[in-house]
Structure formats: structure tokens, C-alpha cells
């Protein structure tokens, strides 16, 4: 745990509650001991980007009126065109996140800052 909380920069204790909360989510077993640690109770291509970011985030919605747990009224919602294209892009986040099992993430490489401050992309070509 020390070592992966290190590895992270993630305070241990905190790096415990969220072992804990999956654990009873089911997600991973403890073993406790000297030795101990955590394993994944489920295979984890079955394990989903999404189910994790709703469990600990909440659904992922870019603004209020468009909130399906938290519900926002908005006196625009009716005539707004900005809403239509929020929607699909909460659609197509949480569909993204749905279809990245847990096995597809570890294989990926970790972004590099060019990727995130490439001009081409803060403009919103290729976004």
C-alpha cells in the first residue's frame, strides 16, 4: 500500500479509504497481514472506466440541466441549442468510459503534456 500510494502521490490514508470503498464494492479482496494487500475480486475486463467514476464522482455531466442524479432547472432549457450538443458529448463521454475495462487502461501509455498543450487541439481541431 506504502508503495503504491508513493508511486501515486496519493496520501496512504487516503489511498486506504478508497481500497476500502472498493472492497465493498467488490471490486478487490484484502488480504490482511504483513504480506497482505489488495487483488482484484473480478476479472478485469469486466471491470468498467465507468461503473469506477460513477461509483466515486457521480455521472459525468457537464452542466446541471443535462444532470440525471442532480438535476439542475434551467428557464433556457426549452430553446437552448447549446444543450444538444452538451448532451451528445455527455453521451459520448460516458459511453467511452463504459466501454474501457480496466484491463484496456493498463495498457495504454500516460498522456505527455505535449499531447494535452498541442495547438492543434487547444484551437479544437481533432476534439
Known sequence: MSLLARENDVPRKFLEQIMADMRHQGWVESTPGRHGGFVLAQAPEK??????????????E?????????????????????????????????????????????????VQDTEVFSLELCAGDGI
Open 62 to 110: 457537464p452542466v446541471g440541466c443535462l444532470s440525471v442524479t442532480n438535476h439542475q432547472p434551467c428557464s433556457q432549457a426549452r430553446l437552448c441549442r447549446f444543450r444538444r450538443i452538451l448532451l451528445e458529448i455527455r453521451n459520448f463521454i460516458n459511453q467511452h468510459l463504459d466501454n474501457a475495462t480496466l484491463a484496456d487502461i493498463v495498457t495504454r501509455e500516460p
Open 47 to 60: 471491470l468498467t472506466m465507468g461503473q469506477v467514476v460513477r461509483h466515486f464522482d457521480g455521472a459525468v
